[in-house]
């Protein structure tokens, strides 16, 4: 099974600032099947970035995705209001399908 | 435009079992895998399984063989998940999500509002 660690487990900004989240897995992953999730409170999980670096439809493009064999990582370029939730990685490159623990964006 | 609408909230004893459907509208039903992910109360993400909505082949987590189903019933475009023997543990929300890609089982696109289960005695 893939393990994968995000970090910071919080991280507090403020809006108008540049996000970086980290995800590492234990093992490299083929053709760089590693999606982002983001979630609000009390809401399903929603598609952000998936084959590394490609944008789900409807993402704006202050969310980019960028990394390969067992380091990722997704930008935020300029925080939004909106954008302050949990951030997961999953990978899709192995069975079973893994989740890192989340990684909570917070305002500063 | 994709819509998946679960079933409403369960509660359920110890031991019991449980089915949760997914009744999906808006694209081919048959084209895209439909996956299942739980999250316990303030808890991260956890993968359960997939079943090819065309042929019925089905694929869980190690965790869970032996106490998921998942099966579809293509007539009604919709797609079921049961899970029996529950415990307190199983205590989560459950969603269905529909596959990025067509034929083929990559991640999770579309997702349904979920479905709360709690095992209580």
């Keep these: ?108 | 435009q994709v819509q998946l609408v679960q079933s409403g909230a369960e509660m359920k004893k110890p031991g019991a079992s449980v089915k949760v459907s997914c009744k999906a509208s808006g694209y081919t039903f048959t084209g895209y895998y439909m996956q299942w992910v739980r999250q316990a109360p303030g808890q991260g993400l956890e993968w359960m399984g997939w079943i090819n909505t065309s042929d019925g082949g089905t694929n869980y987590a190690q965790k869970f063989q032996g106490r998921v189903t998942m099966t579809r019933d293509t007539s009604i475009s919709t797609a079921y998940m049961e899970l029996s023997s529950l415990r307190s543990d199983d205590t989560a929300v459950y969603y269905c999500t529909r596959d990025l890609r067509e034929n083929w089982v990559t991640t999770f696109e579309y997702w349904g509002q979920g479905s709360l289960v709690t095992v209580s005695s």
């Design chain 1, 1 to 108: 099974e893939i393990v994968l660690t995000q970090s910071p487990d919080i991280l507090s900004l403020s809006p108008g600032e540049r996000a970086t989240l980290s995800c590492r897995a234990s093992q490299s992953l083929s053709s760089s099947y590693l999606a982002w999730y983001q979630q609000n409170p009390g809401q399903a999980p929603r598609l952000l970035i998936y084959g590394t670096s490609n944008r789900a439809t409807g993402i704006p493009d202050r969310f980019s995705g960028s990394g390969s064999g067992t380091d990722f990582t997704l930008t935020i370029s300029r925080l939004e209001p909106e954008d302050f939730a949990v951030f997961y990685c999953q990978q899709y490159s192995s069975s079973p399908r893994t989740f890192g623990q989340g990684t909570k964006l917070e305002i500063k």
